[in-house]
């Protein structure tokens, strides 16, 4: 299986900044995801980041709010932009497991606090 | 809206005990189902996959499908205090954009020594 390296693992951020998310997996990919996990609920999937086109964003995520870069087959980011106390939460990016339906592998996560 | 269903727990096993963690789900076209392992600060990680009607077993682990009842289960044998974590399940069906997965809020299992 893939390895995700994912950074920052913790911040702390004033509101209204922006903070960028890094995740580097060490096979090429197609498909990355971008999740949230906001304390004590489910994985909620932000967006999917394919390499040379724009990501897809799920319902109530939207692209001023979360861009998201795909450079490379390797590498993409994740901005939480204009933060505000409510996007305090972790952070993860994934990749799936081989082809097919075999499950995810996820990066070590980003624990955003926002004040 | 699809939806995932977990007990949230915690869930209280001795060692060596017998875990049973449940799920449903909504979506009865469903076609691949998974259980993650969350430890406390750290990232999911896949411990079984199932996809057929029935039992699939690895280890210590037995995943338990029923389509019919919309249910899905993991046990855990021979529980030991290291298996304490929050166990997710989730649920990938077939959409517009392809497959997508939804992810239940989890169950939080404690063994105890």
């Known amino acids: 299986s893939a390895v995700i390296s994912q950074k920052p693992s913790r911040d702390i951020c004033q509101r209204g900044t922006s903070l960028t998310i890094q995740c580097q997996v060490d096979s090429q990919v197609t498909m990355m995801f971008w999740y949230r996990q906001q304390p004590g609920q489910s994985l909620t999937l932000i967006a999917t980041a394919n390499q040379g086109s724009e990501a897809t964003y799920e319902s109530g995520f939207v692209i001023d709010k979360f861009p998201i870069s795909r450079p490379n087959l390797t590498f993409s980011t994740l901005t939480v932009s204009n933060m505000s106390p409510e996007d305090s939460s972790i952070y993860l990016c994934?990749?799936?497991?081989?082809?097919?339906?075999?499950?995810?592998?996820f990066g070590s996560g980003t624990r955003l606090t926002v004040v | 809206q699809k939806e995932v269903e977990q007990n949230s727990g915690p869930l209280s096993v001795p060692e060596g005990a017998i875990a049973s963690l449940n799920c449903t789900y909504s979506d009865r076209g469903s076609q691949s189902f998974f259980w993650y392992r969350q430890y406390s600060g750290k990232s999911p990680e896949l411990i079984m996959f199932?996809?057929?009607?029935g039992d699939k077993e690895d280890g210590r682990f037995t995943a338990q499908l029923n389509k019919a009842s919309q249910y899905v289960s993991l046990l855990i044998r021979d529980s030991q205090p290291s298996d304490s974590a929050t166990y997710l399940c989730?649920?990938?069906?077939?959409?517009?954009?392809?497959?997508?997965?939804?992810f239940g809020a989890g169950t939080r299992l404690f063994v105890k020594a």
């Open positions: 199932i996809y057929s009607n």
């Open positions: 994934s990749v799936e497991k081989g082809r097919g339906q075999n499950g995810y592998t």
């Open positions: 989730a649920v990938s069906s077939v959409g517009t954009g392809g497959f997508k997965t939804i």
